[in-house]
T-cell receptor, first 112, second 113 residues
Framework: LAKTTQPISMDSYEGQEVNITCSHNNIATNDYITWYQQFPSQGPRFIIQGYKTKVTNEVASLFIPADRKSSTLSLPRVSLSDTAVYYC?????????????FGAGTTVTVRA | NAGVTQTPKFRVLKTGQSMTLLCAQDMNHEYMYWYRQDPGMGLRLIHYSVGEGTTAKGEVPDGYNVSRLKKQNFLLGLESAAPSQTSVYFCASLSPGATYEQYFGPGTRLTVT
């Protein structure tokens, strides 16, 4: 599974946009990029997944450049309830039984 | 539709004791996974299953066994618990579709003294 690198922590304020960039230099051709969110004492929750260019859903946007060696999760207008750990994962394809490899993630703290 | 449930939510074991954690999903998913999460760290894959009757090892399988006798249930067993197995255990399930999304349970907090 491709290794990912993301910042350990980020601080923001309510109403701001938060962008978390993840590096994955050895991403394979068939790999998807997936982001999960985890609150304390809960299991991770799927946020968004993409292969290339831009993906948007009701919660976030995911930007993937053409070389796919990095990706950026964008959380628009964050609130206090967005304080959580965010994980960037690469892989999870049919060829590896959709296994996920979690790093330490990025702890996002939103302040009032 | 309960999604993924885990039993028990909390457990304290003494070193050498055994126990079984139960994961159940009602989404008819083929794939199921067991992870452990230590404080301040990401999740690590213990074992997983790609269908009823099949299991495979993940990153950290030593000290654990699993069984998938029914499609909806995935059991994680500790035969002889050790303090190093103190952790939070998460189960997840997946059915490939438009996205490859794993659905996680609420976790089991296990302490081995």
């Amino acid at each position: 599974l491709a290794k990912t690198t993301q910042p350990i922590s980020m601080d923001s304020y309510e109403g701001q946009e938060v962008n978390i960039t993840c590096s994955h230099n050895n991403i394979a051709t068939n790999d998807y990029i997936t982001w999960y969110q985890q609150f304390p004492s809960q299991g991770p929750r799927f946020i968004i997944q993409g292969y290339k260019t831009k993906v948007t859903n009701e919660v976030a946007s995911l930007f993937i450049p053409a070389d796919r060696k990095s990706s950026t999760l964008s959380l628009p207008r964050v609130s206090l309830s967005d304080t959580a750990v965010y994980y960037c994962l690469v892989g999870a394809t049919p060829s590896n039984d959709y296994k996920l490899s979690f790093g330490a993630g990025t702890t996002v703290t939103v302040r009032a | 539709n309960a999604g993924v449930t885990q039993t028990p939510k909390f457990r304290v074991l003494k070193t050498g004791q055994s126990m079984t954690l139960l994961c159940a999903q009602d989404m008819n998913h083929e794939y199921m996974y067991w992870y452990r999460q230590d404080p301040g760290m990401g999740l690590r894959l213990i074992h997983y299953s790609v269908g009823e009757g099949t299991t495979a090892k993940g990153e950290v399988p030593d000290g654990y066994n699993v069984s998938r006798l029914k499609k909806q249930n995935f059991l994680l067993g500790l035969e002889s618990a050790a303090p190093s197995q103190t952790s939070v255990y998460f189960c997840a399930s997946l059915s490939p579709g438009a996205t490859y999304e794993q659905y996680f349970g609420p976790g089991t907090r296990l302490t081995v003294t």
